[in-house]
């Protein structure tokens, strides 16, 4: 019974949760456009106001399923015991649109400005937290009572919000800085550390336009023959561009 009532209460969980995570796909769109431009101080109004809204959007989902859910979830279930049961878990387990909604946000932040490495430790707290505490809460150990299919929504639910701490206390510390003047106006972000990075662009300066902008108009004035002019976005350390210059000589590759 509790099986079953948690894969019918964590689809519907599932099913509310995709709204958000719709939206924060379309601000990180606009974050990476941000980032790409250069326009750091500008992807902060992006994530605050995604954040903000979709902190909204979980105070009236939360509201929504409290009235909704035990209709909806009737329909798709006959049995008494699992309807029950489910309700048991929805009613703890939707808390979590708190955390969860505004996760996505940050999700979309570090996918943005390509710091994905981050989602990766996020994911390891979160699951370590979630399976601890599935161990204590389900089964009643370490002196806690035993909750049963509660105490694994209740584990969700705070696994949720261990990814957010995470996140919150990542952002300033690491990487993100909040703005002196407001942390809610402005959010920007410091270049990533590289070892001997000036060294290494000096061994690339014979091919490397350190003004970009100043050829605008202008880029076929460095290969006058070339037969093509191909632009190559996000080209991570070279190897696939070097090989498509070299497979291609008549074609300017910027």
């Not at 958000?20 to 379309?26: E, H, K």
Request: contains cysteine; aromatic residues 12%; proline residues 4%.
């Amino acid at each position: 019974v509790e099986l079953g009532a948690s894969a019918m209460g964590g689809l519907f969980y599932i099913c509310v949760f995709t709204i958000a995570f719709g939206f924060s796909v379309g601000s990180q769109i606009l974050i990476a456009r941000r980032n790409g431009e250069g326009r750091y101080k500008d992807v902060g109004p992006v994530m605050i106001q995604g954040g903000t809204f979709l902190l909204g959007l979980a105070v009236l989902m939360f509201g929504l399923t409290h009235l909704l859910a035990p209709s909806v979830v009737r329909l798709l279930i006959s049995s008494d015991s699992i309807f029950d049961a489910t309700m048991e878990f929805l009613n703890w387990r939707i808390w979590g649109f708190f955390f969860a909604f505004v996760n996505v946000m940050f999700r979309a932040l570090y996918i943005g400005i390509t710091r994905t490495k981050v989602l990766t430790m996020n994911a390891v707290v979160m699951a370590l937290v979630n399976v601890l505490l599935d161990y204590i809460l389900i089964f009643g150990k370490f002196g806690m009572p035993e909750m049963g299919i509660k105490g694994a929504a209740v584990a969700s639910v705070m696994a949720e919000a261990a990814s957010l701490a995470f996140f919150l206390i990542y952002c300033p510390f690491f990487g993100i800085m909040l703005s002196n003047i407001s942390p809610l106006e402005e959010i920007t972000m410091r270049m990533r550390k590289m070892k001997n990075l000036e060294p290494r662009m000096e061994k690339c300066s014979a091919i490397r336009i350190a003004e970009p902008a100043s050829m605008k108009g202008n880029w076929r004035s460095l290969k006058p023959d070339a037969t093509a002019l191909w632009v190559e976005v996000g080209c991570g350390k070279g190897k696939f561009t070097a090989e498509t210059a070299q497979a291609n000589p008549d074609v300017l590759l910027i």
